[in-house]
């Protein structure tokens, strides 16, 4: 039963891009319902690590189990991973050629086999709790970053995921825009998803987070509850990031 | 100082309406046509290039033009010698449209056609939902070529060497079009595929067919073909070169087509894999309707490049218009009638082809969606 707690499972994981080793021994537990914020410097692997989640990437040792299966080349299983864990992503990646409305349907009817009448009303709701149902009718062109980086979320949502992954989200936006994207992601949290967000908001790791992941050259050097992490660092390179991010 | 210079207080300045920029007539010419003495001399040129080629043409074309009341050119010559004969063209319009399918049958050309118009119009004003708009078109015209062909309720089965003109234009120029775009699809994304059997497939498959002229494959289609395949086999020689033509545009469109997914962002790719759609499903609601709308202008451009180069099945004994045209000028009645013969032919091609262009302009603006 211990096992049923734990939304997602890495274990010894490894991974590399040709010679490169960008991810070296990662073990991380989530547990249901955790909220867990990843940061570091550029190029320390991070987002690749929430990559592999989902299998946007592929991972060349160790395990990693989402949600109870083990994500391995069968298609079927990655399928099944990619139903339950949401993402959005720093550059939104809505579909230019579709409505908001038709974004957010377009996997529930496709994947899900959901009716189309059904699929829009659920989209209708998540559209209203990230508070844009308005912008239905229009398409993403016509919208400004924030407002499409809360239609992102709300596309991931209609799928009714156990799991969201955040990839910098809120980086590419202008300043006035984030707070409007991390309340959203507040709210999300508050309902009880299981959340991996990597982002260099440290206000809303401090004020959201279960936990803080630090991590560099793909390793992850520190994991703490945010008090700690940022009250009390342990390692070198941990206080030297924060000692330049936090001016 | 700066303040004598402010205008309104700060903060306060109103809404003004943009200056006006509606110059008279004259202004316009004096801003766009002579606004420098090179300007002025090149739009002089340009004037007087016109007036040299426009009034004589008209004057052949309209004015001095012999249409009805001609049974030959001594006849037109001795009503207006100065002017065109479209007299040849009129008395010849039956052959030109149909070719030498049987006069009596040729009722069956006309709904064909009025079958195969309507269904390709819905299909473009309803918008090409790419797979439907195809799929209807294909079966108006499978039904369109048994209309022609098969003798069924007694009717005269015709043969498809009796087909020429513009019907035979038109037969050769949708079918590769509609025929070629569902496989250009397929051969642009097999060459995009990571496994190696269909990409290596479909390279060899476009540089081959686009290493070569069409009017070779066109030669392949009638003569060498027929060594290939099993003595005894009798393959409709318009079916080959259907197939023929078919195959040569696919190869362009594909290369078009993976112009436009190359175009396309990876973070589509990711989006669509990460909300779980399967590779068929990606490409056919997500990548594939924004490349092809992408590729509109080059897609466009090969449908015009084969509908003009149907024309080339004249060398291989097909009697299309061209080919049509070239044996009446033979004809001792009407020889050497060749302005008026190219001159009709041009238009008829330039109506077709300039009407792609502009559908495919208007495909654009419609599918703009402001990214």
């Known amino acids: ?247 | 100082m700066s303040e004598q210079t402010r205008e309104y207080p700060v903060g306060e300045s109103p809404e003004l309406p943009a200056p006006n920029h509606q110059p008279g007539a004259v202004k316009w010419v004096m801003e766009n046509l002579f606004s420098s003495i090179p300007n002025g001399i090149v739009t002089i040129l340009g004037l007087a290039f016109l007036y040299m080629v426009i009034p004589p043409f008209i004057q052949w074309a309209f004015i001095d033009s012999v249409v009805l009341g001609a049974e030959s050119r001594q006849e037109c010559n001795a009503i207006n010698p100065d002017g065109a004969c479209w007299a040849f063209i009129y008395r010849r319009w039956d052959q030109f449209v149909y070719g030498f399918y049987p006069a009596d049958e040729r009722w069956r050309v006309n709904i064909s056609f009025i079958l195969v118009a309507i269904i390709v119009a819905i299909a473009l004003v309803e918008r090409l939902r790419a797979i439907k708009g195809i799929i209807w078109v294909a079966l108006a015209l499978v039904v369109a070529c048994i209309i022609l062909i098969v003798g069924f309720f007694g009717l005269e089965r015709v043969p498809t060497n009796k087909f020429g003109g513009f019907m035979l234009t038109l037969i050769i120029g949708l079918t590769g079009i509609f025929a070629s775009l569902p496989i250009g699809i397929v051969l642009a994304l097999s060459r995009l595929s990571t496994l190696p059997i269909f990409s290596i497939f479909a390279t060899i498959f476009i540089e081959f067919i686009r290493g070569v002229p069409l009017i070779t494959l066109l030669f392949i289609a009638s003569t060498l073909l027929s060594y290939f395949l099993p003595p005894g086999t009798n393959f409709d020689l318009l079916v080959r070169v259907l197939i023929m033509v078919t195959l040569f545009s696919a190869a362009y469109l594909a290369e078009v087509i993976r112009g436009g997914l190359a175009a396309i962002p990876r973070g589509q790719y990711e989006a669509a894999d990460a909300l779980g759609l399967s590779y068929w499903k990606s490409m056919r609601l997500v990548i594939l309707p924004q490349a092809l709308k992408i590729s509109i202008p080059g897609i466009v451009s090969s449908f015009i490049g084969l509908f003009k180069d149907t024309t080339l099945v004249l060398i291989i004994g097909l009697l299309d218009p061209l080919g049509i045209g070239q044996a009446a000028i033979a004809d001792v009645k009407w020889i050497a009638l060749s302005n008026e013969l190219y001159v009709f032919i041009a238009i008829f091609f330039f109506i077709f082809c300039f009407s792609m262009s502009r559908y495919s302009l208007y495909l654009e603006r419609k599918l703009h969606t402001g990214h």
Not at chain 1, 101 to 117: D, M, S
């Open chain 1, 1 to 247: 039963m211990s096992e049923e707690k734990n939304a997602i499972e890495i274990k010894k994981m490894h991974k590399w891009y040709g010679d490169f080793h960008v991810l070296r021994d990662i073990d991380l537990t989530v547990k249901k319902g955790e909220i867990i914020v990843v940061c570091g410097p550029s190029g320390s692997g991070k987002s690749t690590l929430i990559r592999c989640i989902n299998r946007l990437e592929e991972h060349q040792q160790g395990d990693i189990i989402v949600d109870g299966i083990e994500l391995t080349n069968d298609v079927k299983k990655i399928d099944e991973v990619r139903r339950e864990v949401g993402m959005c992503f720093q550059h939104f990646n809505l579909f230019p050629h579709l409505t908001i409305l038709e974004n957010c349907t377009l996997a529930p009817i496709w994947v899900r086999g959901t009716p189309k009448v059904e699929a829009e009303e659920i989209a209708m709701n998540f559209l209203e709790k990230v508070k844009i149902p308005e912008q239905a009718a229009k398409y993403p062109g016509q919208l400004s970053g924030g407002q499409q980086q809360r239609v992102a979320i709300a596309r991931s949502l209609c799928m009714m995921p156990r799991i969201m992954l955040f990839d910098e989200p809120t980086s590419a936006l202008d300043p006035e825009m984030i707070k409007e994207v991390l309340d959203v992601m507040t709210d999300l949290a508050k309902d009880g998803m299981t959340m991996i967000v990597v982002t260099h908001e440290m206000g809303f790791a401090k004020q959201v987070a279960d936990r803080v992941i630090f991590m560099d050259v793909g390793q992850i050097i520190e994991e703490n509850t945010p008090h700690e992490f940022f009250d009390n660092p342990q390692n070198e390179r941990t206080k030297l990031f924060l000692s330049q991010i936090l001016h």
